[in-house]
């Protein structure tokens, strides 16, 4: 499902080598109060720009990434002025996607994710550039073949219009294999300290009643690349363990979560929750003690729907992300698809 939910890019951007830069566009139509057109740019999971068809600005969401101005005075207003133009392209999408798909009114979101992953240590790198519609997968570029995948009929005439155009492919294989890597390299260079840092959860046991499963929360860690399990006598279990996705907080970190049901008629003194940090070498191991478990029925609520609410809080980014990237320049990250391209064929009649 095509879903550009941010745990989801959290997650394209797992060891302390493994670096990950992702563009997202969304444009939406339906939603009142919201903008038309938002972009978000990330590195490693982190957001490090934004713009929206309100504002209507690039603005660097990191400290760090003001230094490009340093090599390049004017990126935020090259930013602003190609993100504005797009703005309008994926705007004019959605109404030639509402009539490939027989729709007139409704709430509608047409979006696309791109980007690469670069391992620091192998070298090794993929790309990545897919678009959808209304939560649904549009079409996808394989870096593979070098040609484009169509999973729904209405994509169709998309694809071939693409394929035909072999200057596009021959481009996207280019940006993917070699452009969008040297960006992630100068993004790491400006903020090695703060992405390659390491900082340790905090743990707490929540249950929300007596007879409900026990969550083991481990939140505020980073990097994302992080395993969290439960274990019987010193040996990890898996019957009645059910872990949750990683999640970012607010603040750049990151939380995850692991759920076990147990029988009140059991030794809970056996079980114990490990949570495992790439970069720390100490696993963080919290027993299992009915004194320290945090539920609904002490005065421990307003912990849990913090929790909720930071949930709430990344589903509803999740739904505004995205981004726009700029065209080919000697200073600034070159669009694998030319805006004329894009206004032109995108979403071809």
């Known amino acids: 499902m095509f879903v550009f939910l941010i745990l989801l890019l959290m997650q394209l951007s797992a060891a302390t080598v493994h ?3 992702q ?3 969304t444009a939406s139509s339906g939603i009142k109060n919201f903008p038309e057109f938002v972009a978000v740019g990330l590195v490693d999971g982190n957001e490090v720009m934004y713009y929206d068809s309100n504002i ?8 760090w990434m003001k230094k490009v101005t340093e090599d390049d005075p004017q990126y935020w207003d090259f930013q602003t002025h190609e993100l504005s133009r797009t703005q309008k392209s994926f705007i004019d999408g959605i109404e030639v996607a509402k009539q490939r798909f027989n729709q007139t009114g409704g709430i509608h979101l047409f979006q696309r994710m791109y980007g690469c992953e670069w391992d620091e240590e192998t070298g090794e790198i993929k ?23 169509a999973p729904t009929p209405e994509a169709v005439v998309t694809k071939h219009k ?8 021959a481009n996207q294989l280019n940006y993917y294999n070699q452009e969008c890597p040297e960006w992630i390299k100068k993004y790491v260079n400006y903020g090695r300290s703060f992405l390659m840092r390491t900082v340790p959860p905090s743990v707490s046991l929540l249950q929300k009643s007596s007879s409900s499963p026990v969550s083991c929360l ?4 980073y990097p994302n690349k992080a395993e969290i399990l439960w274990r019987k006598d010193g040996v990890e279990i898996h019957d009645g363990v059910e872990k949750r996705e990683i999640l970012s907080n607010n603040d750049g970190t990151f939380q995850t979560s692991a759920e076990l049901k147990l029988s009140t008629s059991e030794d809970w003194t056996k079980y114990d929750c490990v949570f495992q940090l790439s970069g720390f070498d100490k696993d963080l191991v919290t027993p299992l003690d009915k004194a320290n478990i945090k539920t609904n029925e002490g005065n421990s609520l307003v912990i849990i729907l913090t929790i909720v609410a930071v949930v709430v809080f990344i589903t509803c980014t ?3 992300i995205i981004v726009l990237f700029k ?5 600034r990250p070159p669009s694998p698809v030319e805006y004329a391209e894009v206004q032109e064929i995108m979403m071809p009649k």
């Open 23 to 25: 563009y997202i566009y």
């Open 218 to 221: 481990a939140t505020g860690f």
């Open 162 to 169: 693409w394929d035909n155009n072999k200057g596009l492919n």
């Open 318 to 320: 999740a739904v505004i």
């Open 127 to 149: 790309g990545f550039n897919q678009f959808g519609y209304d939560g649904e997968d549009f079409v996808a570029f394989d870096l593979k073949s070098g040609s484009w995948i």
């Open 327 to 331: 065209r080919k320049n000697a200073k």
């Open 56 to 63: 209507r600005e690039a603005k660097p969401k990191q400290d």
């Open 19 to 21: 670096h990950s830069l």
